[in-house]
């Protein structure tokens, strides 16, 4: 049995090599000067074609080897070991049959050893490797001259009269130029058209494959190849678009935008004039023709941090959604590096005007202890407003440890604007209680300068830093505009009981300087634990002017004392903190507080008076980071920090922009206290393509600034900044996405929950008001690749309100958002878009008008011309003209809807073509 | 410049002609991964990335061997570990047993949240001998390159002093062990800062027996299916988890 055994296991191996037709090499190493017998030389046998490695053995302790399953074509053998020389040897095989090299002899290497030279020449020529590099420069040559003609000019480097360039002997078969294909195969294409000055270094080497030119190292065949190595600033080129939209009804948007660069230099320029929303860049845009999108990397956190828009931040031309916008922007922005990319310069200039004119309605329930007021507002709206900006940012990299960081920004703007309103207020029984007609004006300039100045240190000892920060700020305000209003006031009969007429000039003037410096320091006490402490001292004087004018015969000259002030304000703050942060491999905690100490002293210039406050400040947090795997972890974290009352909070002044609300400051007001807490638990799967994330987040706030009001029998409010307890909100969300793998479908679900406590005080009553928001969402969406992308949204909400004086009166009510979407890629380079919002408000016993809106958008578009460089597109927005802009708040006594005018139906036809040279716009 | 100490033990090692040859020690491997060109193709975020994070992102991981086994597995701790979310990668802490006699290994890979466990036949790799030559941890190596996964080009430097034919991660089937080894697409190197002799015990090649069983293809396939929408990041994915 077991020899049946053998036999087929024999038979078997005897069929397989015969069908396999491998060949074998045997023989024996042997030293020729000891004559003994090499055990563990390397046999190895190479395709001669390719040098692949087809099989290879060691020698036994006889020197005898055995390769076995060789190919059969020209193989060549190499025979190596540790102190030996090489031994190689070329062999055809051409049958199956066993070859036999017989007894190799080795020499030893020391045998072998010559003296070699190696020397290496500085300067003009450079030897890396099998690369033979020529520093351009270094030979010289006519102006104007071509590549060409340098080449001429370098050793061992020939060329023809008809551009054939020969090297070492070798005919160039390629030129790359900064390693890569120059317009093709042709090498006379690049060396005849580029200019010799705009080379860095020729190189010449042995082009094996494209990957091996890209790794600079070697790996087969041989093609003599040069590579031309431009200078940095001859790396020229420019991309851009240009956008010529327009429809019926006088709608257009139309924008251009250019970036050209050269080597590390880029200028770009951008200008947009459009009335269909668009104001400025957007954020693939910004990275591309504006200074970047101002992020910054966190180390504390791994992660990237967008600071806000300088626009946004300063009141600037930003569309919200509200009114309908015309508006122009245009920009230029310049921006280099030099020395190895350690100094970094960069500035733009930006251009904003916005136009916006709507109309608006407001409808508002005011719960009262005893009574309902419901008030009317619709208004009518122009504003216009406009700026120039101007900034720059200057970086220097001193050393590995060390750098600089300057910029500064300053702008300048008018604004105008205009509004009418028509205010009503009814009571409980629907008769009016009072009316008011007025008109507001005006008309203003801002400036403002701010710079900052950043030094930063990294000592040798990993995790010792220090910086020092420097910033001013500069702002102004001034304004001068009208009040014109008559509000008349109704006794019970119905009849007029009270009427008043103002007709006021506002002359509005503000004034703030800043000064703030501070400086930390971070030692590591160990490789895991870091201590930051921070210094800092923070200096703002400001003055405020407010000048209230009454009209008399046609002059507005009479001041008038109770709605005027000027107030001077100088606040000095000394700050220190310490924080401790631990980093470890599953979780990072730190935990830290400042403290800051303020004097406040507010100067009324008129009465010269003076207040002196001072507040100490906390600001303590807490930060727990723990990560069960990369892609799987819990967070807690938490914050507390105090906030002083603004200054017009604390200034005792009446503003009866309103006449039916008037708003007046409190000087006794205390700073609030804000506790934050947070706990996030977030995993992704990501081989099965499974999300789970939650987060709960609680705040409360101890003396929390509220209003305390006063509403009259005339349906006046007159309300007042005040310290209350007991203010909190609740945030709750849970969410689960799957990827339903059958259907290729992405599926997401979530949760949230939201409830507040509002405090404030009513006619010398505390009410507490309660809201609760309910939410549920899901959502689906397919993509597949340069076909289709559609998805589907829907949610439901459920808001609920109450307020203590008058539990009786309940706010609730339901909502729904539905969202569809499809992108499709049809034949013949078209495409087409559309999506359609469904907004559903439950009406109410208080909201009872019709808010539904259904939103539908759609646009066809078809690629144009060679690269699909061109884009005609037709898009509607807005096919059913139904959009309304719309928002309720329900978190006070004061419960209110709001509904806007905004963008309705519109045609566009437009035009896009993207133009380019030597690169592209990057995408994100 | 890394300490580089060859400790020389009178153990497994073999006299011929002046020349020792190892058949069994450990090799500790030095891998460097080069995060700012990895961050060069992120324009913008890259270049501020670059500012905060070290060029190098360096960990250690020991090859032992023994005739005809060679275990790879997370090595000691790096001085300063680099952690940053954007630097973690899939598959970065492997643990590879390869059988040299039968031509299988069981490897363990960590992909996302999915610890695996891979068994399967050795990888072939068409590895092209080149004459250059290098010193590496005290031993005089060979250049060989190769193309595996169709465009990941590998340039590994092998020593013939040792003789279990073997290699960090996958990377085997050279006429001794490797020693350096290149990928430049994947921006990562390892070369071997020490070998020694002592110290290898038959518990060192204890199989890895935790994960879910699957083979090379399978693993491909379930892979390509989830990173299907990762765009320009899902080739890269790929290829470090099935190095």
Redesign the interface.
């Known amino acids: 049995m077991k020899n049946l055994l053998f036999f087929f296991v024999l038979l078997l191996a005897v069929v397989n090599s015969a069908k396999s037709q491998h060949a074998s090499v045997k023989g024996s190493v042997k030293d020729t000067s000891n004559k003994k017998d090499l055990q563990y030389s390397v046999v190895a046998v190479l395709r001669k074609s390719d040098s692949v490695l087809v099989g290879y053995s060691r020698t036994n302790q006889g020197g005898n080897f055995i390769v076995k399953n060789l190919p059969r074509e020209k193989l060549i053998v190499w025979i190596t070991h540790p102190t030996f020389a090489d031994y190689v040897e070329e062999i055809l095989i051409k049958d199956t049959s066993v070859l036999d090299l017989g007894t190799v002899n080795l020499t030893t290497k020391s045998q072998l050893l010559q003296e070699v030279i190696v020397k290496q020449q500085l300067g003009a020529i450079r030897f890396k490797g099998d690369t033979t590099e020529f520093i351009a420069d270094s030979f010289k040559v006519r102006p104007n001259a071509s590549v060409e003609d340098l080449l001429r000019t370098l050793p061992g480097i020939q060329v023809t009269k008809d551009g054939k360039i020969s090297a070492q002997g070798q005919t160039i078969e390629k030129v790359l130029v900064d390693g890569e294909e120059f317009f093709g195969d042709d090498p006379t294409i690049a060396t005849q058209n580029l200019r010799a000055d705009a080379l860095e270094k020729v190189q010449v080497f042995d082009k094996k494959s494209d990957q091996a030119a890209f790794t600079g190292i070697d790996d087969g065949q041989s093609k003599k190849t040069l590579n031309l190595k431009l200078k940095e600033n001859k790396k020229n080129g420019y991309f851009g678009k240009v956008t010529l939209g327009a429809g019926p009804k006088n709608f257009w948007n139309n924008n251009g935008m250019i970036n050209s660069f050269k080597g590390k230099r880029k200028v770009s320029a951008f200008g947009i004039m459009s009335n269909t929303g668009k104001t400025g860049l957007d954020w693939n845009e910004q990275s591309n023709y504006g200074g970047g999108n101002n992020m910054e990397y966190m180390e504390e956190y791994g992660g990237f941090v967008s600071f806000g828009n300088y626009d946004q931040d300063f009141g600037g031309p930003t569309y919200y959604g509200e009114g309908l916008p015309s508006s122009w922007s245009g920009g230029l922005h310049f921006s280099n590096k030099w020395r190895a990319d350690k100094n970094n310069f960069n500035s733009s200039y930006l251009f904003n005007k916005l136009n916006n004119a709507g109309t608006s309605g407001t409808f508002t329930q005011t719960i009262l202890p005893d009574t309902l007021y419901f008030t009317n507002q619709r208004s009518t709206n122009f504003d216009s407003r406009l700026r120039h900006s101007l900034n720059a940012m200057f970086e220097i990299q001193i050393d590995s440890s060390s750098s600089v960081k300057i910029s500064t920004r300053g702008s300048l703007g008018k604004s105008l604007s205009d509004n009418s309103l028509y205010t009503e207020s009814l009571n409980s029984s629907s008769n009016m209680v009072n009316r008011s007609n007025r008109n507001v004006s005006s008309n203003g300039e801002n400036a403002s300068a701010n710079t900052t100045a950043l030094w930063r240190k990294k000592f040798k000892k990993k995790g010792r830093t220090i910086s020092w920060n420097l910033q001013q700020d500069f702002r102004k305000n001034t304004s001068s505009g009208f009040l014109n209003a008559v509000n008349e006031y109704f006794a019970k009969s119905g009849l007029i009981s009270l009427s008043d007429t103002v007709d006021q000039k506002k002359l509005n003037e503000s004034q703030t300087f800043t000064l703030d410096t501070r400086a930390t320091y971070t030692e590591p006490l160990s490789k895991t634990a870091y201590l930051e402490v921070n210094y800092g001292v923070a200096t703002s004087n400001s003055t405020s002017r407010r000048t209230t004018l009454d009209e008399a015969g046609g002059i507005y000259a009479k001041r008038i004392d109770s709605l005027s002030n000027e107030y001077a304000f100088n606040i000095l703050t000394n700050s220190g903190g310490l924080a401790l942060r631990i980093v470890k491999k599953k979780y990072n905690f730190s935990l830290g507080s400042n403290l800051s100490y303020s004097d406040f002293e507010q100067t009324d210039l008129r009465a010269d008076t003076n207040f002196n406050y001072s507040f100490i400040n906390l600001f303590p947090k807490a930060n727990f980071v723990y990560s069960f795997t990369q892609f799987k972890r819990l967070s807690f974290n938490y914050n507390g920090n105090t906030r002083q009352p603004s200054l017009t909070q604390l200034q005792p002044l009446r503003d009866n922009t309103d006449p039916l609300s008037i708003y007046i400051g409190n000087p006794d007001l205390k700073q609030e206290f804000r506790n934050s807490f947070r706990l996030t638990f977030n995993d992704y799967k990501v081989l099965n393509q499974r999300s789970v994330y939650a987060n709960i987040s609680l705040t409360n706030v101890s003396n929390a600034i509220s209003n305390s009001d006063r509403v009259d029998s005339l349906g006046r409010r007159v309300f007042q900044s005040i310290n209350v307890n007991g203010s909190y909100n609740i945030n709750a969300y849970a969410g689960y996405g799957y990827k339903i793998k059958v259907l290729d479908l992405s599926w997401n679900n979530n949760l949230s929950y939201s409830a507040g406590q509002m405090i404030n005080f009513i006619n010398g009553r505390k009410n507490e008001n309660k809201n609760e928001n309910y939410s549920i969402r899901t959502s689906f969406y397919k993509n597949k690749a340069k076909k289709y992308h559609v998805g589907l949204s829907s949610s439901i909400t459920y808001t609920t309100s109450t307020s203590s004086i008058r539990k009786d009166v309940v706010t609730k009510f339901w909502s729904q958002t539905h969202n569809v979407y499809g992108n499709v890629d049809l034949p013949l380079k078209t495409e087409f878009n559309t999506d359609c919002d469904f907004n559903f408000r439950q009406r109410t016993s208080v909201f009872d008008r019709n808010n539904n809106v259904i939103r539908w958008n759609a646009s066809l578009g078809k690629k144009l011309f060679k690269n699909d460089v061109g884009l005609l597109k037709l898009s509607v927005f807005d096919i059913l003209d139904q959009n309304i802009g719309f928002r309720r708040n329900v978190t006070s006594n004061y419960v209110y809807e709001k509904t806007y005018e905004t963008l309705r139906r519109y045609f566009l036809l437009s035009f896009t073509l993207n133009f380019s040279k030597n690169g592209k716009p990057s995408q994100f | 410049m890394k300490p580089i100490f060859l400790s020389l033990l009178v153990c497994i090692t073999?006299y011929?002609?002046?020349?020792q040859?190892l058949s069994k020690g450990k090799i500790e491997f030095e891998r460097k991964v080069n995060v700012h060109k990895q961050f060069d193709a992120e324009?913008?975020?890259g270049q501020?990335?670059k500012?905060?994070t070290p060029q190098f992102k360096t960990d250690y991981f020991d090859l032992y061997f023994e005739n005809d086994k060679s275990m790879y597995k997370p090595g000691r701790e790096a001085d300063?570990?680099v952690?940053?979310?954007?630097l973690?990668n899939?598959a970065s802490a492997n643990v590879v047993l390869n059988d040299y006699t039968s031509n299988q290994f069981i490897s363990q890979k960590?992909?996302?949240?999915?610890n695996f466990l891979i068994q399967d036949t050795i990888r072939k790799i068409?590895?092209?001998?080149?004459p250059?030559t290098r010193k590496i941890a005290g031993f005089?190596c060979?250049k060989?390159?190769a193309?595996i996964l169709d465009s990941i080009?590998v340039?590994a430097f092998f020593t013939?002093?040792i003789?279990v034919p073997g290699g960090p991660e996958s990377f085997s089937?050279?006429?001794?062990m490797i020693l350096g080894l290149?990928l430049?697409r994947l921006n990562t190197t390892w070369f071997a800062t020490k070998v020694q002799l002592e110290g290898v015990k038959t518990t060192d090649f204890a199989p890895p027996v935790k994960g879910k069983k699957t083979t090379m293809s399978e693993l491909k396939v379930?892979?390509q299916?989830?990173?299907k929408?990762w765009g320009k990041y899902a080739a890269r994915n790929i290829w470090l988890i099935m190095i």
């Open positions: 073999v011929s002609t002046k020349a040859f324009g913008e975020w501020m990335l500012k905060s300063a570990p952690r940053n979310f954007f973690s899939p960590q992909v996302f949240e999915q068409n590895w092209k001998i080149t250059d005089d060979r060989a390159v193309i080009y340039v013939d002093e003789l089937g050279l006429p001794g290149a430049p379930s892979i299916k989830s990173l929408d």
